[in-house]
T-cell receptor, first 113, second 115 residues
Framework: ETGVTQSPTHLIKTRGQQVTLRCSSQ?????VSWYQQALGQGPQFIFQ???????GRGNFPPRFSGLQFPNYSSELNVNALELDDSALYLC????????????FGPGTRLTVL | AQTVTQSQPEMSVQEAETVTLSCTYD???????LFWYKQPPSRQMILVIR??????QNATENRFSVNFQKAAKSFSLKISDSQLGDTAMYFC????????????FGQGTRLTINP
């Protein structure tokens, strides 16, 4: 069974640029959630996708957007990058909305200069 | 909105000792889940233990156990016979059974196990 994978591992961008982060969910999981973890902080919920539809969103501006594909993999897009967007971005998958347990990927470290 | 508080930013114990990490939370809901996740330097968030709020019995997973006090909104993690591999950031997290399946995390406790 393949776990949650994320790409890339590290990324460096400059302020104002756009970035796309990718996540492949664990086999059989149709729900993907994204979290932002600033240095020294706990993760903050960005949004969740269930069967290609957004199923809830945290307190993040519209320049944070996402997609889920028919194979349940997902993308997180961030436009007009700001310095404060520098963080570890974590993807987690779960087996449907009735499942409480989320399995996390290794994360993507984004640095905005 | 739910909040999760971990009042111990850092803890350090000797190998084989028992350590307890504290967590309190705030919610008006009666049915929810609580979790402890471990994040080693590799950054991967790993589930340690979970507790369903409607179950009075405290969850246990090998050397890991919780003390769930629902009325006090307290959810502490006890690690017995601590090992060097337990060194990591530990996060307490809350999940409502209503709405999106989102985890609300505390600020974390950095636990160091010394040889």
């Amino acid at each position: 069974e393949t776990g949650v994978t994320q790409s890339p591992t590290h990324l460096i961008k400059t302020r104002g640029q756009q970035v796309t982060l990718r996540c492949s969910s664990q086999s059989g999981h149709n729900t993907v959630s994204w979290y932002q973890q600033a240095l020294g902080q706990g993760p903050q919920f960005i949004f969740q996708y269930y069967r290609e539809e957004e199923n809830g969103r945290g307190n993040f501006p519209p320049r944070f957007s996402g997609l889920q594909f028919p194979n349940y993999s997902s993308e997180l897009n961030v436009n007009a990058l700001e310095l404060d967007d520098s963080a570890l971005y974590l993807c987690a998958s779960s087996l449907g909305l009735e499942s409480d347990t989320q399995y996390f990927g290794p994360g993507t470290r984004l640095t905005v200069l | 909105a739910q909040t999760v508080t971990q009042s111990q930013p850092e803890m350090s114990v000797q190998e084989a000792e028992t350590v307890t990490l504290s967590c309190t939370y705030d919610t008006s809901e009666s049915n929810y889940y609580l979790f402890w996740y471990k994040q080693p330097p590799s950054r991967q968030m790993i589930l340690v233990i979970r507790q369903e709020a409607y179950k009075q019995q405290n969850a246990t997973e090998n050397r890991f156990s919780v003390n769930f006090q629902k009325a006090a909104k307290s959810f502490s993690l006890k690690i017995s016979d601590s090992q060097l591999g337990d060194t990591a950031m530990y996060f307490c997290a809350f999940m409502s059974r209503q709405g999106a399946q989102k985890l609300v995390f505390g600020q974390g406790t950095r636990l160091t196990i010394n040889p």
